[in-house]
């Protein structure tokens, strides 16, 4: 079982509707990041919180726009997406630091669909 | 160039076979290392982080050459369930970290 938790599994949406991803994490890490990995590529890092502010945004269109509401939780809200925006979300933690050499722990993904 | 660049693979070996990855970077401010492994349609796991002085683990060894700039893992005694693709991930180290994921290098063994 994974310690990171994301909801939903799948999604399936329109180019008009607005939906959020959640990830949910236990492990007391205060980094947290999202991903994209479209099929047979690397994941491809999106954001990055520490300790609950946003810290990197690798230049991500605003039609996805990330929260932090607490050091357990973080939401990738979805609004007005394209087709292309398609593909696996990961939600990643870890800790920070000295200790970012214990690697990131991934939430097993939200699995996207734009139609 | 791509910051991070891997073997592209695919390898295909069989049981038992000894199989070495390996994966240069360019970035010569990269602080951490690790290797992941990533089924078909599920998310990377960690398989190990990579140290200068060499880590072993069971059948996985990983190296790490900062002057090359350059990390390595052998598989040794190959199972069938390591079939799968792995991910070299360089880290340049802020107060979190900004990662560089490999493209991947996947491996399949067989009977």
């Known amino acids: 079982d994974t310690e990171v938790t994301q909801t939903p599994k799948h999604l399936v949406m329109g180019m008009t509707n607005k939906k959020s991803l959640k990830c949910e994490q236990h492990?007391?890490?205060?980094?947290m990041y999202w991903y994209k990995q479209k099929a047979k590529k690397p994941p491809e890092l999106m954001f990055v919180?520490?300790?609950?502010?946003?810290?990197i945004n690798e230049s991500v269109p605003s039609r996805f726009s990330p929260e932090c509401p607490n050091s357990s939780l973080l939401n990738l809200h979805l609004h007005a997406l394209q087709p292309e925006d398609s593909a696996l979300y990961l939600c990643?933690?870890?800790?920070?630091?000295?200790?970012?050499?214990?690697?990131?722990?991934f939430g097993s993904g939200t699995r996207l669909t734009v139609v | 160039r791509k910051e991070v660049e891997q073997d592209p693979g695919p390898f295909n070996v069989p049981e038992g076979a000894t199989v070495a990855f390996n994966c240069t970077y360019s970035n010569s401010a990269s602080q951490s290392f690790f290797w992941y492994r990533q089924d078909c349609r599920k998310e990377p796991k960690l398989l190990m982080s990579?140290?200068?002085s060499g880590n072993e683990d069971g059948r996985f060894t990983a190296q790490l050459n900062r002057a090359s700039q350059y990390i390595s893992l052998l598989i040794r005694d190959s199972k069938l369930s390591d079939s799968a693709t792995y991910l070299c991930?360089?880290?340049?180290?802020?107060?979190?970290?900004?990662?560089?994921f490999g493209d991947g290098t996947t491996l399949t063994v067989k009977p």
């Open positions: 492990m007391g890490h205060r980094a």
């Open positions: 990579v140290y200068s």
């Open positions: 991930v360089v880290i340049k180290e802020t107060n979190a970290g900004k990662s560089t």
């Open positions: 990643a933690s870890s800790a920070i630091r000295d200790r970012l050499k214990e690697g990131y722990t």
């Open positions: 919180y520490s300790y609950e502010k946003l810290s």
